[in-house]
């Protein structure tokens, strides 16, 4: 950990090896000199001061030269005016503090405790002290550390009682406590420090990276906004995003880093602070502006080249997007996230040998073989292997989907909980129901006290026709109470459960009972989603869509919701634009989502743009070929545009699908719609002559 050490006269000495460091420092201990009885010395002021003007001078041009012959001198010239004035604590101490800056740093440390035992009260020896200890922390850890961490606490606290009103003392003081984790003593510090001076940015510096260390983003986040906004200088502001950027609050980072460079125009750090703040709240055309002047500035900036193609992928430019990637590569070989981006784009471009090529390197490289991992690793291993379970999904390779799912099971804890729904997922898309039903009941048997696991269980049960076993293994998992944050997940278990069942009643009591343990803003969000579906599903329309909105209110990013509201609007050919802003905002959010590019292809479909419609709905059944909704839907564009044949063809498919359907997912409305298309397009198809079927 980095000591913020602000006295500038420390930056220009070569630090001390801590183990050359201890062993002056013991050394010098060890040496008590004898008690001696001598004569009281006879003072010469006027030669005292003569070689102290000397030693002054020599001391400067020894630093100014970087000349040892002239450092020499002055130390000679301190000790013939200590002769000329043995008793002189001033020059005592100037010479002690010369040996420290000439790098001579047990004859310092000897000095400085030689006025130690004779004034125990002496400052200057006692900074001289903890200078020399905290030059020697340094950045470096050594075994040694631990000792000269005590040694620095010990010299401060002294000149914490010696100088109660100086700030930098309690600072340095509350930094040292931080570095030994001793963070109670440590915010003493700082608050003493803030009683000193309130509105001293510094200290809030301080208060504000010790509560993130500890996790307390929130509480940081407070402190830097207690200093005003026009007493805040750019350092300030910059530390005031990353804590929002800890927070995941985008939008309030933005600002913080803008404010910043409006002080200090051109760093460069700030300006990917706020790129990447301006890439979380979805804002491209900014963050790409912004991105592209620091590549100008820094040409070997490989992470922002990463970020600008990303941006590219994410508008659909997936050509453009490969090529920036091409240049980054050299300038970051064995960078895992260029590599996850490059499958990413060979994804979205339909080109899913490659992409599963990628990530299953990218997996192998990864590996351990004792299987064991830091969380980071966990974390990165955990996305490559989801990402290549959907690709596999993508593709109907079911059994290569339940093998990476599995691998994401291995890492154990929550990784193991979504390694088990992705393999029932993987199953479902497939509409392997049994199968299904065989992992869910696996995964419930090995984590029989996980209540994830066994709602997801109990979802597959009332999904296949075991409606009641489903429901009472839902409602095992409440609490006697009722009103802990895990029944909150069990209610919103059983209201979709009930919504799927269509059982609204018991679906809106079980939605309340969740709505009454949600508190925080995501949690809320996820309660007037979910009460908008249920509006949806029984055709209330205009409830449903307040509810989206009062969850949009929250996160306007959402690409679920988005995606959501703008496919009710479509079908039902209201609000088109409103429709198509919103489901092109979900799809730039998550361009690979088949369920995001079918909305896109309806919305054009009922926008009266024809080809769009068509592009992305292939796109949409590359991903969801099993969906009958996608193949109604690229029906209804075939017949739109007279390719009759071909929308025969998507309706039969779509009919198959819908035979092989959970009944909660084949509405018989819908298929009775799709059967009377089918059945009117083959006697249009059959009155047609061969040629102008085709």
Do not use: C
């Not at 000790?79 to 503090?97: C, E, V």
């Not at 035992?117 to 950045?139: C, F, I, M, Q, T």
């Not at 409103?578 to 369920?595: F, H, S, T, W, Y």
């Not at 991903?623 to 309706?651: I, N």
């Amino acid at each position: 950990m980095t000591l913020f050490l602000r006295a500038s006269s420390l930056r220009q000495f070569r630090l001390l090896p801590a183990a050359a460091l201890l062993f002056a420092a013991h050394s010098v201990f060890a040496e008590t000199p004898a008690a001696t009885t001598t004569a009281p010395p006879v003072q010469d002021r006027a030669s005292s001061y003569y070689h102290y003007g000397l030693a002054h001078l020599y001391e400067d041009m020894a630093v100014s030269a970087g000349r040892s012959d002239y450092a020499t001198q002055a130390v000679e010239e301190y000790k013939l005016a200590l002769n000329a004035d043995p008793n002189s604590q001033q020059l005592q101490d100037g010479l002690a503090d010369l040996y420290f800056k000439i790098g001579r740093i047990r004859e310092a440390v000897s000095a400085a405790q030689d006025r130690i035992a004779k004034d125990p009260n002496d400052v200057e020896a006692h900074e001289l002290l903890g200078k020399v200890y905290l030059r020697s922390l340094g950045d470096v850890q050594t075994p040694q550390s631990g000792q000269i961490l005590k040694l620095a606490i010990a010299e401060y606290e002294k000149l914490a009682q010696l100088k109660p009103k100086d700030i930098e003392t309690h600072l340095l003081l509350g930094q040292l406590y931080g570095l030994n984790h001793d963070s109670v003593k440590a915010e003493a510090q700082f608050k003493q420090a803030q009683k000193i001076d309130a509105n001293s940015e510094e200290v809030a510096l301080n208060m504000a990276r010790l509560y993130s260390d500890e996790g307390d983003a929130n509480r940081a986040a407070e402190v830097l906004n207690g200093v005003p906004v026009d007493d805040r200088s750019a350092r300030l502001e910059y530390a005031l995003g990353t804590t929002y950027d800890q927070l995941k609050k985008p939008q309030e980072a933005a600002a913080a880093y803008q404010r910043s460079l409006d002080q200090e125009p051109g760093n460069i750090d700030t300006e990917r602070g706020l790129a990447n703040a301006l890439l979380m709240q979805g804002k491209l055309d900014e963050a790409l502006k912004i991105l592209n002047e620091i590549v100008a500035a820094e040409p070997q900036d490989a992470q922002s080249q990463i970020h600008i193609s990303e941006i590219e992928r994410r508008q659909g430019h997936y050509d453009q997007a490969l090529a920036t990637l091409e240049k980054a590569k050299p300038l970051a070989q064995n960078s895992l996230e260029l590599s996850y981006n490059e499958a990413l784009i060979y994804d979205s471009l339909g080109r899913y040998d490659d992409a599963t090529g990628v990530l299953t390197k990218l997996v192998s490289d990864t590996a351990h073989a004792d299987g064991k991992y830091s969380d980071g690793e966990k974390a990165n291993r955990s996305i490559f292997l989801d990402r290549l379970g959907i690709i596999y999904r993508e593709e109907n390779k079911t059994a290569d989907a339940v093998a990476a799912y599995q691998q994401l099971v291995d890492l154990g804890g929550e990784y193991a909980k979504g390694g088990y729904q992705g393999q029932v997922d993987a199953y479902r898309d497939a509409h392997l129901w049994k199968d299904a039903t065989v992992a869910a009941a696996a995964a419930a048997k090995a984590s029989p006290k996980d209540q994830a696991t066994q709602l997801m269980y109990a979802g597959q049960l009332a999904d296949t026709g075991q409606a009641e076993q489903g429901i009472a293994l839902a409602k095992a998992q409440l609490s006697a109470a009722g009103n802990t944050a895990d029944d909150r997940d069990t209610y919103l278990a059983l209201t979709q459960i009930y919504t799927r069942l269509k059982r609204w009643p018991d679906a809106a009591a079980a939605l309340d009972n969740a709505a009454g343990l949600s508190t925080k803003p995501d949690e809320k969000l996820y309660v007037y989603f979910l009460r908008g579906v249920l509006a949806d599903r029984q055709k209330h329309y205009d409830e449903a869509e307040t509810e989206f909105h009062k969850a949009l209110a929250i996160d306007s990013q959402n690409a679920t919701i988005l995606n959501y509201l703008g496919y009710m609007l479509a079908d039902r050919g209201v609000k088109l634009p409103e429709a198509l802003a919103m489901i092109r905002k979900a799809v730039e959010l998550d361009p690979q989502n088949g369920a995001y590019l079918d909305s896109l292809g309806w919305v054009y479909f009922k926008s009266g743009q024809y080809d769009l419609a068509e592009a992305n709905l292939r796109k949409a059944m590359e991903r969801m070929s099993t969906d009958p909704t996608v193949h109604d839907h690229l029906g209804e564009v075939y017949e739109k545009t007279g390719k009759l044949k071909l929308a025969v063809e998507q309706w039969q498919r779509s009919m198959t699908e819908y035979a092989h359907s959970l009944p909660a997912d084949a509405d018989p409305a819908d298929v009775a719609k799709v059967q009377h298309k089918l059945e009117n397009a083959r006697v249009k198809l059959a009155k047609l002559s061969p040629e102008s079927a085709k």
